[in-house]
Structure formats: structure tokens, C-alpha cells
């Protein structure tokens, strides 16, 4: 037979020796890791003490229970209608503040009355040729009052004839060619007589007329 080897059984001791001891180590550290729980105390429960049933004094005979008087719930009621009224404000004593704005009435009125203006009076102008031919322009004024605005005459007067028109103008400017053939008239009143204007030139020129108030 073979005897067996010694290295084997050498290994074989180591071996288990190792074993052994990992085996312990892992049982420690397990022991370890368990963490005890701590008992919670119970709390004790406190006896509630029955209660004691007092009995209700008892009037004496001889007392009576005085009826409760209506004067005070009367009170009140006076006391709750007086604060009541005060609150309340009657209708009567409030007014309106006074508007600024125009009345319908007032509106009407001022329409009224601007419609009830007088327009401005009408003139009737007339030029007439007395002496001469009259080679005639005639303008209303403009809206200052001095430069030219519509153009109302522009033609030549033969000897004898006329040329008229109307208008609310208070002023005409009027340029002329022989000037003192002509006469003009406002409103049936000569205003430049023949020979009165243009005595010393052959043109007249933008020579403003006011009508006369």
C-alpha cells in the first residue's frame, strides 16, 4: 500500500483551521449588528374618580320664587327701536348736491337764443359809369380785414350802365380804370360821387371802402 502524503495533510489541517476561524469572525460581527429594542413603558392610566351626584338645594318652604318682571325685556325693546330710528335717515333730509352740468332746459334755452340771433344785415352795393366808361374789379375783403376775398365785379361799364350786388361785407376794395366816370352807392346812398376819387391817375387801384354803420 502507499502511505499517504504529508503535504496533504498538512493542507488539510490549515484549511480547516481557517475555516474555523472565519466561521467564528462572521458570528461576531453578526452578533454585533443586532441592535436590541427598547421596551417602550407603558403609561399608566390614571382612575378618574367617580363624580359625586350633589343634590340640588332645595328651596325652604317658606321661600317663594319672585315672578321675573317684563320691565327689563321692555327696556330693551325701547333701547333696540330708539337705535333703530336714530340710524335711519329719513328721506327728506337728504339733498342733492348742486350740478354744475346745464340743465335740458337751460341747454334749450341757449340754443334758442342763438338761434334767435340776428344774422348779419345785407348791403346791396350799385356802381355806375355817370361820365365815362369804367373799367371796374371789385373785391370782398378777406378775413383780416385788408387783403382781397371774392371776386364779385370784374367787367367794363359802358357809359349809363350799372352793376350791383349783395352781400354781408362790412368793406370792398375796388380797382378802377377811369375812375372818375364812376360813382358807387351803398344801400341806396352814394358813397363816392362821380369825379370825387381818381382825379389825378387813370387807374384806381385796391382802394378799400368801408360801409358806413
Do not use: C
Not at 76 to 82: H, L, P, S
Amino acid at each position: 500500500p502507499i502511505a499517504p502524503s504529508r503535504k496533504w495533510a498538512f493542507a488539510a489541517a490549515a484549511i480547516f483551521i481557517v475555516l474555523f476561524i472565519v466561521f467564528n469572525v462572521s458570528q461576531v460581527n453578526h452578533n454585533n449588528d443586532i441592535v436590541p429594542v427598547p421596551e417602550t413603558p407603558v403609561p399608566e392610566t390614571p382612575v378618574a374618580e367617580a363624580p359625586v351626584d350633589e343634590a340640588p338645594a332645595t328651596p325652604a318652604a317658606d321661600e317663594t320664587t319672585a315672578p321675573v318682571s317684563d320691565t327689563t325685556a321692555t327696556e330693551k325693546d325701547d333701547a333696540t327701536r330708539v337705535t333703530t330710528e336714530d340710524m335711519e335717515t329719513p328721506i327728506e333730509a337728504v339733498q342733492e348736491a348742486p350740478s354744475n352740468e346745464p340743465t335740458a332746459s337751460a341747454v334749450t334755452a341757449s340754443d334758442e337764443a342763438d338761434s334767435q340771433k340776428a344774422p348779419p344785415p345785407e348791403h346791396e352795393f350799385m356802381f355806375e359809369a355817370v361820365t365815362s366808361d369804367v373799367w371796374l374789379e371789385v373785391y370782398l375783403t378777406g378775413e383780416d380785414g385788408t387783403s382781397r376775398g371774392e371776386r364779385k365785379i370784374y367787367r367794363l361799364l359802358k357809359k349809363g350802365n350799372s352793376s350791383a350786388f349783395r352781400s354781408t361785407a362790412t368793406a370792398i376794395i375796388i380797382n378802377a380804370g377811369s375812375p372818375k366816370g364812376l360813382q358807387v352807392s351803398i344801400d341806396g346812398k352814394v358813397i363816392i360821387a362821380a369825379g370825387s376819387v381818381g382825379k389825378n391817375t387813370a387807374v384806381l387801384r385796391n382802394y378799400k371802402l368801408d360801409v358806413p354803420s
